[in-house]
């Protein structure tokens, strides 16, 4: 970690599992020494908080067009990195972790949305303002199973949880092609197994990569 703090992404399907594994990653990093920023995309702050519920909840969301998704999730994005992800990482030992981050974009109203692509580049690169995971976990999950986790939840699905099996198909394949293209910062892992064991896999290449930040 040196002299900057360490930035990890979460990233998956809905339903693959994300804020338990952060909760309890969270957890035992705190009880280690760190400071840890937990975050989730859209949001984390309070102008993120306000277009996460415009993308998910509101009633005037309905109807939304591609280019307007993408526009304000990197409107929250590009709030989240300026206000919070970047003064976080300027302080060494502290540990961000990101609940989502600029992969979601890529996938979701890239590649499932059919957003060319160069598009989705430049305008992932002013959000982010050249800040990057250190390591992303890819939480990978069928889309069977993952309609089945959000089934047993009993709430009401949001706008995004509302779409069809072809496009979570289309997320699930283009999260996969993504990791495949940088496997440095990618680490897959199966969704589908007992929690514990991905909890397991998840320390497992920490400790492997990152020396001293794991006991």
């Known amino acids: 970690m040196k002299n900057r703090g360490l930035f990890l992404s979460f990233e998956g399907s809905e339903g693959c599992g994300k804020s338990t594994q952060i909760a309890s990653l969270r957890q035992e990093l705190q009880s280690s020494g760190h400071n840890v920023v937990v975050l989730r995309e859209p949001g984390g702050t309070p102008l993120g908080e306000e277009i996460r519920h415009l993308l998910k909840h ?13 526009l304000l999730f990197s409107a929250s994005r590009a709030q989240l990195v300026r206000q919070v992800i970047a003064p976080a990482l300027a302080t060494p030992g ?10 979601s974009t890529t996938v979701y109203q890239g590649i499932a949305r059919g957003i060319p692509a160069d598009t ?31 089934a047993a939840r009993g709430e009401t699905p949001d706008r995004l949880e509302r779409e069809d099996d072809g496009f979570f198909q289309l997320v699930r394949n283009g999260y996969l092609e993504l990791a495949r293209s940088e496997p440095r910062r990618f680490h897959v892992l199966d969704a589908s197994s007992p929690p514990e064991s991905v909890q397991a896999a998840i320390r497992q290449h920490l400790r492997q990569r990152f020396h001293g930040l794991l006991p």
């Open 58 to 70: 509101a009633v005037s969301g309905e109807g939304m067009c591609p280019e307007s998704e993408l």
């Open 94 to 103: 502290t540990v961000v972790l990101a609940d989502r981050f600029v992969d």
């Open 120 to 150: 989705i580049t430049a305008i992932n690169r002013l959000a982010t303002n050249g800040v990057t995971p250190d390591t992303t976990f890819l939480l990978d999950l069928d889309v069977s199973e993952s309609r089945t986790r959000l």
